[in-house]
């Protein structure tokens, strides 16, 4: 073969994978009793597809599935066979199956042969039993035969564009599909003449991985039958639906088509057909993450040689050089308007996220024995890649627990007086610099009694004049967990803290609001992107530190009967009616030079995991936003310190890690691993 | 002075290539193949409570470098830091190193015979980070791995999980 096939098997895995994922939200929302044409139409596309390309890279295994599941979902189409749940949850069983053989695939092993045959044997009694007598015809292994009553027909294809090397092939690949009666290969177009039983639209399927959808044209050859009353009289009509949709508005269908993932507006999935995979290879580009932190690392060091121009030509006199003036300021506006436009690359919406949830709300429920409406607000509202992938575990978590302990059972809602179906809502929006992200359920809420009663056992310091915020926190403890007992999904007491330490790390916080009987909402707060840190600059000595500004309560200069030592060398600052302990940044990174009369300098009050304390530095430089560098790249990791960033003129500054330099002063010193310095330190 | 060096390593076919360096009045060897750049010393951030002979870290277009000097940790020579003063980066298993020394002066390809064991020597450079002497001419040359010297943890610039 000369051309390498195996070159397409990236691109088809993604397009699999896209398919399958619509499929499933096609799906979820599929009315068994009342089943949408429409939506039968896309699930059956999507299996049709994948069976396509399956077929042209030789993955046996994911063809003969798909084309089982092919076979019934044509069925379902013409009302051959009546969905019920139970089909439904099949044929969600077999996407999941077809997700694995796809990863297999891709990890170029073969499928596991015993779910396989398993699944194919489910689909082939589904077939016999709910199809009339022709189950048969699902057993065959015939590569992409058509499903239902063959009639031949023969077509001409033309495809535009082909060298001469790559037409046999081409060809080969075409001969699968039925007779080649005639082949030519002129001006770089091959035409081939093909009496097959196969549609049009499979024909353009599998071709679609290999060349491009609009290099192909089909006729059909004018003694032949022309072609097939095989593919879906429906699916015709369905396009040629979308084609009027398409003529009737075309800006809305368009935008449709563009999107994929918006199941919900019918026309989608048939103007989606109609344009085949050229549109969503117009609509995005794959580009690997790589590429796009080099972009956004290149462009902060555009940004930071702007400054270092702008600091170079601040002194310039304004009359005789006009004009290189007026360039500093427009291109200090296009590096600003550059780097916003680049950091928002790696923005994604919160639909990545939302998305998988509908299915593991309605597995888990059925599990539970449990009635829930799943809504999710705000799935466009965007969040950093980087956040995107490490909020679906807590979001997990935290659905779990909703389902598991916070909405009840279909009985004991009624006897409460609340509708037998749970609610949980998703919800995602934007709030200043941040993104806030709830989890809401309408549930029994949280048990005040029990919390405290296990925290007691537990061995936690509790009273029962706390406050609620404060009970609910207490959930987050390790080891803690209310529920009655242990079950497979939730309970051990494992989860909450993972959950809140790995929001923490994210630079978020997580708060419970809850009510007896009216339900719990978690709410997650995070910072919009990893990459880019509000700042507060801070002199000590001749040195400039980064404080995150988001820790900063406020900054005062202090007289000297506000401070108070401790045990002769710890020092607090007394600040109304509260005593903070001081830390003398001076003194903890040995800065040489340093203002440390602390009345001469100017004292932040910072605040971080819930702890406030003083910080002295020498003088505030200013706020910046910062582009954050990992020191551990090519460094270690140093105590007190959380990453560092590039300045202005061009040198580092380190950002100060505030959760570390609340922490005891002895820790402090226990961390120093370079001990040639800390002698100085001790005190 | 890469003239020679590329003539040198043409002739002796085979044989690694040194960049020479001087840390008083030592001359070093370590394998060309570690060294990205050379550039001047300047622009260099402290590093709170790490060892002196980490510098701290510079700006190296856009990337965070730890700056070593070589002469503190050998306790060689007059650590000043002047316009002349040299640093070489290394890159070692995807990391990126910055070393001081008191000059670069050549580049030699040595054959496996000019490479003589090196003896045991006291405690500062332990035969561990050495890979040999090299004698060319008169000149004897100290060839350090410095991939292994930089990786070890008596440098520091490495988590010790890492």
Known sequence: ?683 | MEASAIEKGQLEGEGHEFLVFRLGAEEYGIDILSVQEIRGYEGVTRIANAPSFIKGVTNLRGVIVPIVDLRLKFALGNADYTAQTVVIVLNIGHRVVGVVVDGVSDVLALTGEQIKPAPEFGSTLSTHYLMGLGSLDDRMLILVDIEKLMTSEEMALIDKAA
Request: aromatic content about 4%; some cysteine.
């Open chain 1, 1 to 683: 073969m000369s051309i390498d096939i195996t070159e397409f098997y990236q691109t088809f895995f993604e397009e699999a994978e896209e398919l399958l994922s619509d499929m499933e939200q096609q799906l979820l929302q599929i009315d068994p009793s009342d089943p949408d044409s429409e939506q039968l139409n896309a699930i059956f596309r999507a299996a049709h597809s994948i069976k396509g390309g399956a077929g042209t890279f030789g993955f046996t295994v994911l063809q003969e599935t798909t084309h089982l599941f092919e076979n019934l979902l044509d069925k379902a189409r013409h009302h051959e066979l009546t969905l019920d749940p139970t089909i439904i949850d099949i044929f969600l069983e077999t996407k999941d199956m077809l997700s694995d053989q796809l990863n297999a695939y891709r990890q170029q092993t073969e499928p596991d042969s015993a779910t396989y045959e398993r699944i194919c044997n489910t689909l082939k009694a589904l077939a016999e039993e709910k199809g009339q007598g022709e189950g048969a015809a699902a057993t065959t292994t015939a590569q992409t035969a058509a499903a239902g009553p063959a009639a031949s027909g023969a077509m001409v294809i033309r495809i535009a564009g082909v060298a001469a090397d790559n037409a046999t092939s081409l060809a080969e690949e075409l001969a699968l599909f039925g007779t080649v009666l005639e082949q030519q290969h002129a001006n770089d177009v091959l035409t081939v003449q093909l009496e097959t039983a196969t549609g049009e639209d499979d024909i353009r399927a599998v071709l679609c991985f290999v060349v491009d959808d609009d290099q192909i044209t089909f006729e059909s050859a004018a003694a032949a039958p022309s072609e097939s009353a095989v593919v879906a009289p429906a699916a015709e009509e369905a396009e040629q639906k979308a084609l009027e949709k398409d003529d009737a508005t075309p800006p809305p269908a368009v935008d449709a088509a563009a999107v994929p993932a918006e199941p919900a507006k019918a026309a989608a999935p048939a103007a989606k057909k109609a344009a085949s995979a050229a549109s969503s290879e117009n609509a995005s580009l794959r580009v690997s993450i790589e590429k796009i932190d080099q972009i956004i690392n290149l462009v902060g060091e555009l940004v930071i040689t702007q400054s270092m121009l702008e600091q170079g030509t601040a002194d310039f006199d304004p009359v005789t050089h006009g004009s290189l003036l007026s360039g500093m300021n427009q291109l200090q506006r296009n590096a600003r308007d550059l780097q916003e436009a680049v950091m928002s690359i790696r923005m994604m919406p919160m639909d990545v996220v939302f998305n998988r949830f509908p299915r593991l709300v309605r597995d888990l429920a059925g599990k539970l024995g449990k009635q829930v409406e799943l809504e999710t607000v705000g799935k466009s509202t965007e969040l950093d890649k980087g956040l995107i992938e490490r909020i679906v575990d807590p979001l997990t978590h935290l659905v779990r627990n909703s389902l598991d302990h916070g909405i009840e059972t279909p009985d004991r809602r009624l006897a409460a007086g609340k509708p037998a179906a749970g609610r949980l809502t998703l919800s995602a929006s934007h709030q200043g610099g941040n993104i806030l992200i709830e989890i809401s359920d309408d549930g029994a809420g949280l048990n005040r009694d029990r919390i405290l009663g296990k925290a007691r056992e537990n061995g936690l310091a509790v009273s029962d004049a706390m406050s609620d915020d404060d009970v609910w926190q207490l959930i987050f403890a390790p080891g803690f967990s209310t529920a009655e007992q242990v079950t497979d999904l939730s309970g051990r007491g494992v989860g909450m803290d993972v959950v809140k330490r790995n929001i923490a790390q994210m630079g978020g916080h997580v708060d419970i609001l809850s009510r007896p009987g009216q339900g719990t909402t978690t709410r997650i707060v995070l910072p919009l992107t990893l990459a880019i840190l509000d700042g507060m600059s801070v002199r000590v000595g001749e040195e400039v530190y980064i404080l995150p500004l988001g820790a900063i309560k406020e900054s005062m200069q202090v007289k000297p009967e506000d401070i108070s030592t401790v045990t002769g060398s710890d020092r607090v600052l007394h600040v109304r009616g509260e005593y903070l302990p001081l830390v003398e940044l001076y003194r903890v990174f040995d800065i040489p030079e340093a203002q440390q009369d602390v009345t001469k300098g100017i004292v932040m009050i910072v605040q971080s995991e819930g702890r406030s304390f003083a910080l002295q530095v020498d003088q505030l430089i200013g706020q910046h936003q910062v582009v954050v560098k990992n020191l551990e790249t090519n460094y270690r990791r140093v105590p007190g310190i959380s990453a560092a960033t590039i300045l202005g003129d061009g040198s580092v500054a380190l950002i100060l890690d505030i959760p570390a330099l609340s922490r005891a002063p002895q820790d402090r010193e226990g961390s120093h691993t370079g001990n040639h310095r800390s002698a100085a330190t001790l005190h």
